[in-house]
C-alpha cells in the first residue's frame, strides 16, 4: 500500500528539520506546580499502553475535573472506573510498564504530555478518596512520572475542537448499537436492543 516510506532519523529530520531549543528542552521529569494544576482541571485523558509485542492500544479516560490524584512531584494515580471489562489496557501493563498519557481541558489548545511507567494498584488508602457515587475503584493505575511537557496547541486550533459552530451534523451516522451489531456480528441482538443495553449502561453503570 505505502511506497515511500522514510526508514532512518537522519531522512526523517532532512525532510521535516530539527525542533527548536525551546521544544527539546521544555521536558522535565516530575509534576511540577503547573503540570499539577494543569491535572486538576483536566476531566479527560488518552492513555496509551502496549504490550511485550509492541500491539498498541490507545484508551479514554474520564470524569469530573481533577479525578486523576497527584500523589507526589513523581506520582499520579488514576481511577479504573466500570467499563465493558475488556481490560486492554490493564492487560498491557502485566506485559509492559510503559505508558503515555495525554491531558485534555475543554476549551484548551494545549494538551500535557505524561510518559512513565505503571503498575495496577489495590491500595485502598490510596483508592478511596478517588470514590466516585459511593462507589470505590477496585483497581487504580499508579504511575511514576518520568517525562512531563506541554504540547503546543496547533491540532487543537485546526480542527476547531472546541468550536461548536464548526461541529459536523450526527443525524446522518450510524448509531452505536448499529455499528456495534455490525462489527461483532451479534446475531442474538439487534442493533435497536444493543443501542437499548448502552443507554442503560450509561445510566445505570458509570460507577
Not at 532519523?9 to 511540577?32: F, H, T
Request: with cysteine.
Amino acid at each position: 500500500m505505502f511506497k515511500n516510506v522514510i526508514q532512518t532519523r537522519e531522512a526523517l529530520q532532512d525532510l521535516m528539520g530539527k525542533p527548536s531549543d525551546l521544544a527539546v528542552n521544555k521536558v522535565i521529569d516530575c509534576l511540577d506546580e503547573h503540570c499539577k494544576a494543569f491535572i486538576a482541571k483536566s476531566p479527560f485523558l488518552v492513555l496509551a499502553t502496549s504490550n511485550k509485542a509492541g500491539n498498541a492500544d490507545a484508551s479514554p479516560r474520564g470524569d469530573q475535573p481533577g479525578f486523576v490524584s497527584v500523589l507526589d512531584q513523581k506520582h499520579l494515580l488514576i481511577p479504573e472506573r466500570r467499563g465493558n471489562k475488556r481490560l486492554d489496557s490493564l492487560y498491557n501493563l502485566l506485559e509492559n510498564p510503559q505508558v503515555g498519557i495525554l491531558f485534555l481541558i475543554p476549551g484548551s489548545r494545549e494538551t500535557l504530555r505524561i510518559n512513565g511507567k505503571a503498575s495496577i494498584v489495590t491500595d485502598q488508602e490510596l483508592l478511596y478518596p478517588l470514590k466516585a457515587s459511593n462507589s470505590i475503584p477496585s483497581v487504580g493505575i499508579g504511575v511514576k512520572v518520568e517525562e512531563c511537557f506541554l504540547h503546543c496547541g496547533k491540532a487543537i486550533i485546526r480542527s476547531n475542537l472546541w468550536e461548536p459552530s464548526s461541529w459536523l451534523a450526527l443525524d446522518d451516522m450510524p448509531k452505536a448499537g448499529e455499528i456495534l451489531a455490525a462489527h461483532a456480528k451479534a446475531a442474538e441482538k439487534t442493533k435497536e436492543e444493543i443501542e437499548v443495553s448502552l443507554e442503560e449502561s450509561y445510566i445505570k453503570r458509570l460507577y
